[in-house]
């Protein structure tokens, strides 16, 4: 169980040493290609020291990956914009803890997400309101200055499901996120249209665990799986606290997670039965 820039180090590391492994190169003779001391290369591969973003690039070059997607995600992993792509939430450096700017940068790069919720709707299918009020009563004495600027990049955030290709989104709601009022009535209200309106796209799927299920699996509390695009080795386990995040990546741990998430979704609702259920939420509140 690691911080997230521990964990990126590593899986980062561990991708590249299976490249090299492809490249039928062993760790000194990549060393030599690019003019470096094969201890340069161990550091990197075991995650023990960072690495810049241009010497993934080289490693990359010389193990000749060609892959646009998966060099732009390994150079991501490093610290780089990649390919074209800009770190937009560097703006909010001034507001954003370090570890929801880690979230947001793997979430940016991310194919599928699985999420559980037992409280709030997820960041991605908040309103503006409903992110106000959230935002609010989770940071306790914001300044309006501070609360516009969190909200904004909650907003923003929610582009990965409109990026091409998409963010595979897969939300399992428990019924309390639903009957929870947020913001007050009205709000509420609007909330529970944009998760109808949501549940329609193609890359969403939603389903509600309702209270009638009882006692389940997630009881334990909340947690997101993130999953990249051509490799599973970088898959990762999101556990969020009130000060910090928490980040598994072991394959135990991403097995049970997962194992975990396929039973909620058996529990939960249809997601056309979950859009009905919604509905009626929506016409009593």
């Keep these: 169980m690691q911080h997230g820039p521990a964990v990126r180090r590593r899986k980062l590391g561990a991708e590249l040493r299976a490249l090299r492994a492809d490249a039928g190169l062993t760790s000194g003779e990549a060393a030599r290609l690019l003019g470096w001391h094969q201890s340069?290369?161990?550091?990197?591969?075991?995650?023990?020291?960072?690495?810049?973003?241009?010497?993934?690039?080289?490693?990359?070059?010389?193990?000749?990956?060609?892959d646009p997607e998966l060099r732009d995600l390994l150079v991501v992993l490093a610290g780089s914009e990649g390919n074209g792509r800009h770190h937009w939430w560097h703006a909010y450096r001034g507001v954003l803890p370090p570890t929801y700017r880690d979230f947001i940068s793997?979430?940016?790069?991310?194919?599928?997400m699985r999420t559980l919720?037992?409280?709030?709707?997820?960041?991605l299918l908040q309103t503006p309101e409903y992110a106000r009020a959230v935002t609010q009563a989770a940071v306790d004495g914001l300044e309006d200055g501070k609360l516009d600027a969190l909200v904004e990049v909650r907003l923003a955030r929610q582009d990965v499901l409109r990026s091409n290709p998409p963010l595979e989104l897969s939300a399992v709601l428990d019924e309390a996120v639903l009957r929870r009022e947020v913001g007050g009535p009205e709000v509420m209200a609007r909330q529970l249209e944009r998760l109808r309106e949501a549940a329609?796209?193609?890359?969403?799927?939603?389903?509600?665990?309702?209270?009638?299920?009882?006692?389940?699996?997630?009881?334990?509390?909340?947690?997101?799986?993130?999953?990249?695009?051509?490799?599973?080795?970088?898959?990762?386990?999101?556990?969020?606290?009130?000060?910090?995040?928490?980040?598994l990546e072991?394959?135990?741990?991403?097995?049970?997670?997962?194992?975990?998430f396929n039973a909620l979704q058996i529990h939960a609702l249809s997601p056309e039965d979950s859009l009905d259920y919604i509905a009626v939420i929506g016409d009593g509140a």
């Design 250 to 260: 072991r394959k135990e741990d991403l097995q049970a997670y997962s194992e975990a």
């Design 200 to 247: 329609t796209l193609p890359q969403v799927r939603l389903q509600v665990l309702p209270f009638a299920a009882g006692a389940h699996i997630g009881v334990t509390g909340p947690f997101v799986i993130f999953s990249f695009p051509n490799t599973t080795d970088l898959d990762v386990v999101v556990l969020d606290h009130l000060t910090s995040s928490l980040y």
């Design 40 to 66: 340069k290369v161990s550091r990197i591969e075991t995650g023990t020291s960072g690495v810049k973003p241009a010497d993934v690039s080289r490693l990359l070059d010389a193990y000749a990956v060609e």
């Design 117 to 123: 919720e037992t409280s709030v709707v997820p960041g």
């Design 106 to 112: 793997l979430e940016s790069q991310a194919s599928g």
